[in-house]
């Protein structure tokens, strides 16, 4: 009896190949993505987060003043004209930076505006506005930062728009430039003012 040897050829599994190929691409593609979020994230500018207050009434407050002044700030008080509220710190570098531009606006009597001293001491706070001047209408002192987190507030300083029926309008992160004063600010103000 003739025997004849018959070889079998192995079947290729493309599954298995297959499998491992994606095993090596998914942290490839997993990167990519990821990268392409960073990159978008870089390109946009912080100051223009938007707020989720913008169009809804100021939340329901009520501020003692500052150590030394006599008005604090409540709701009620930005009601009836349109104005703007600057929250402040007096251990907040970029806050002195912007004060002499609040400076400047409050000695020409644009509009009310008012400061919501955030979690500052009640001695740094008189200081800071007794050294580098008092722009603001009334000053809520709001030390424990509870009134900052109902105006959606993560940083200082930030600023918003009130018009006059006590909505916010508008809010800017960081602090005021000339530019963002001329071009943003009281554009707004003067259209909330005609209306």
Known sequence: ???QSTTVAPVATTTSGSRRRWAYLWPIAIFAVIGVFLGI????DPRLVPSPLIGKPVPQFKLPPVQGRTL???AEDLRG???VVNVFASWCV??????????ELGRQRV????GL?????????ARWLAELGDPYTRTGADRDGRVGIDWGVYGVPETFVVDKQGVIRDKIIGAITRKSVDERLLPLVR???AE
Request: glycine content about 6%.
């Open 1 to 3: 009896m003739n025997q």
């Open 41 to 44: 994230g870089l390109t946009l």
């Open 72 to 74: 604090g700030l409540a």
């Open 81 to 83: 004209e349109v104005s």
């Open 94 to 103: 970029a806050c002195r930076d912007e004060h002499p531009l609040w400076m």
């Open 111 to 114: 509009l009310p505006i008012h």
């Open 117 to 125: 001293n955030y979690k500052d001491r009640p001695e740094d706070a």
């Open 191 to 193: 259209k909330l003012q």
